[in-house]
């Protein structure tokens, strides 16, 4: 039985603009404010032979070190990058001939430019993650527009590499949190945690919040499977349970997105879950089975005897580790049923395995697709010529595969170091383009005793009154109910999260904050809410404060209407002025200020980019995004770009040409 995945791999292409759209569009929103000249983190520290372009690039891997050229300052030349990425991925969207390797190799080195000045702002899994999977993207799309709708046996290869890579994702996520020792994963009560001390909860999280701790031990239990023994069916050969997987991972994925605001992350990796799939699943393809009778009964009945099987396997294994039982009162009960040592030791058999069947997997992959464009293509000069490119392609999937091998196996080390000299070299070499990297979301949970929360004051005298800096999307006001907001990632409110969790002198960006908010920088004050005290003059002073917030309960929250309730802990950042020497002397040894960007001669194109940014400004920047999505989403409906369904049958030749 022929099934085919070019329409699958079509739809993926598309769903990447779509991600990239979400990412360069936030981005730019919030440039000015975060890396402009007198931003938060000026972007032109990091570029020190911004004069000499070459040199810049060659040190950086940046085209914002040719911003000269253009006639623009760095952050003028952020701003341009975010702009044409943004445009070149709604393309790409839209007319789905656009998404080839060149487009999307223009949006991953656009990315990469911008990551390289990004700072604490951009290092985040998911903007590696993006320059990852955008990379291994280039592979997977057609090298020119004509090729689009031709079948190519690579597509199999590189949408492999696809599916190892969500592989990696999930499989680190899950085991990470019962490697870090973390009470509340291995107690299985991390989830009410979670809702109430994630960067930016979604109102449903409070509701969340509120169910019983056995549904929430049952959740984490349900986490548990999904992300680690359910990955293993990614490269299973029975059809159904590569597509339950695929399933399970995007159940996840939304029940995430419905309590949280990850920005883009869950859309990508919902996105990655279309390797899983195949043109049959999502109806482009009817496929015939020309097999004979018997043997297409004994093909059927392997392929339902191996289902059921694996299924079982699963739940027995489900029940007997984590001891699963239903009580008199209708409950069902659960706790891990094995600890650290033995894990470990599992561990220790499951890396080296899971990399065996990785390698076994992209054998075969490669054979079927060698076997194809041997068999399957018609003409001496077209076979040749598919074989070769498959060939060639099939090197750089093992070279991709072999670079992963390194961060990844860093989940166990022994296995780390056993990894093949030559791939731990290719490594080191490409570390500067984010081609891979190791990945573990939730290590610990963070919030136990409550969230931390910096707040941010200002007053004029030091007795006061002392007036809090509201930001939109962070918890600050009691009364205001946690928004729902991705796919924008508003990243001085994540960063003001992270910052909670150490203190000020582990944060340099936020005295650099409390600098620009002293000052009244318009692009900085940008960031806050619009109801925000101090949008129009700067305080005095200003302080910070560090809170321990929490949800209301129920009943005390209908009657006060109030979201959180909070108890301050303790002073975060001392009394500054504008004028407070260490605060100056140490903002110009780090370079945040005293340091000046090139000048920018194109007042043209400057100009042009400041009418655009006087008028997105004053937008929501969610609906922003939302209205780029289903402005292309409403532009495809009109094309009338729906397909007919595409058959095959084995057997018959997917590629014309002349015959030998």
Not at 380 to 409: E, K, Q
Request: net charge positive.
């Amino acid at each position: 039985m022929a099934v085919d995945i070019l329409h699958t791999r079509n739809f993926f292409l598309r769903c990447m603009c779509g991600i990239y759209m979400f990412a360069f569009g936030s981005l730019y929103l919030q440039v000015p404010g975060l890396y402009g000249e007198k931003g938060i983190l000026p972007a032109h520290t990091q570029l020190p032979n911004l004069k000499y372009p070459k040199q810049c690039f060659y040190d950086k891997l940046t085209v914002l070190c040719f911003s000269s050229y253009v006639g623009l300052n760095v952050s003028y030349m952020m701003e341009l990058l975010t702009l044409v990425g943004t445009v070149l991925s709604f393309v790409g969207m839209v007319w789905k001939s656009w998404c080839t390797a060149t487009l999307f190799f223009l949006l991953w080195g656009a990315y990469l430019s911008l990551y390289q000045v990004g700072q604490t702002f951009l290092w985040f899994q998911w903007d590696i993650l993006l320059l990852e999977i955008g990379f291994l993207t280039i592979l997977v799309a057609p090298v020119s527009r004509r090729a689009w709708s031709e079948y190519r046996p690579r597509n199999l290869v590189t949408m492999w590499l696809i599916r190892w890579a969500l592989f990696r994702l999930m499989f680190a996520s899950g085991v990470v949190k019962l490697q870090s020792s973390c009470p509340t994963w291995w107690g299985l009560t991390a989830l009410p945690l979670h809702y109430e001390s994630q960067c930016i909860p979604t109102a449903l999280a409070w509701f969340m919040y509120k169910l019983p701790l056995w549904w929430h031990k049952l959740c984490v239990v349900a986490t548990f499977i999904i992300e680690i023994p359910v990955p293993f069916l990614f490269f299973s050969p029975v059809r159904s349970h590569r597509i339950f997987s695929c399933y399970t991972q995007i159940f996840l994925q939304i029940m995430i997105i419905f309590t949280g605001n990850y920005n883009f992350f869950n859309l990508l990796t919902i996105t990655l879950c279309l390797s899983l799939m195949d043109d049959m699943h999502l109806c482009y393809q009817h496929v015939k089975d020309l097999s004979f009778g018997f043997i297409s009964y004994v093909k059927g009945t392997c392929s339902w005897i191996g289902k059921w099987v694996g299924f079982g396997i699963l739940a027995y294994y489900t029940m007997a580790y984590f001891s699963l039982r239903v009580t008199p009162q209708g409950t069902i009960e659960c706790s891990i049923a094995f600890n650290r040592e033995e894990f470990d030791a599992w561990m220790s058999r499951a890396v080296p395995l899971s990399i065996a069947i990785g390698a076994f997997s992209l054998v075969i992959t490669i054979a079927e697709a060698l076997t194809s464009a041997l068999f399957e293509v018609r003409g001496c000069l077209d076979r040749f010529g598919v074989f070769s490119t498959t060939f060639v392609y099939s090197l750089a999937a093992i070279i991709m595969f072999g670079i992963s091998l390194v961060p990844y196996s860093v989940l166990d080390r022994p296995t780390n170091q056993r990894v093949w000299p030559v791939f731990q070299n290719f490594y080191e070499h490409t570390s500067d383009l984010q081609l891979t990297s190791a990945y573990g979301l939730f290590r610990r949970m963070t919030g136990v005793g409550g969230r931390p929360e910096v707040i941010l004051e200002g007053a004029n005298s030091l007795d006061g009154p002392w007036i809090v800096y509201e930001f939109p999307y962070k918890p600050g006001a009691l009364d205001s109910a946690p928004p729902l907001v991705a796919p924008h990632q508003p990243r001085v409110d994540w960063q003001l999260w992270f910052a909670a969790l150490g203190t000020y002198n582990q944060n340099p960006w936020l005295i650099s904050l409390a600098y620009r908010l002293l000052s009244g920088q318009p692009e900085v004050i940008s960031l806050l809410d619009p109801s925000s005290a101090w949008r129009d003059s700067p305080p005095k002073y200003i302080k910070a404060s560090k809170y321990l917030y929490h949800f209301t309960d129920t009943i005390e929250g209908r009657e006060s209407g109030m979201w959180w309730k909070r108890t301050r802990e303790a002073d975060y950042l001392p009394i500054f002025t504008v004028d407070h020497a260490p605060l100056v002397e140490y903002l110009r040894k780090i370079g945040t200020i005293g340091t000046m960007d090139i000048p920018a001669t194109n007042q043209p194109l400057q100009q042009g980019l400041n009418t655009l940014r006087n008028f997105v400004d004053k937008l929501e920047p969610a609906l922003v995004l939302w209205g780029l999505f289903i402005t292309a989403c409403a532009i495809i409906w009109a094309k009338g770009s729906t397909k007919p369904i595409v058959m095959y049958t084995t057997g018959t030749s997917r590629q014309k040409g002349g015959r030998c």
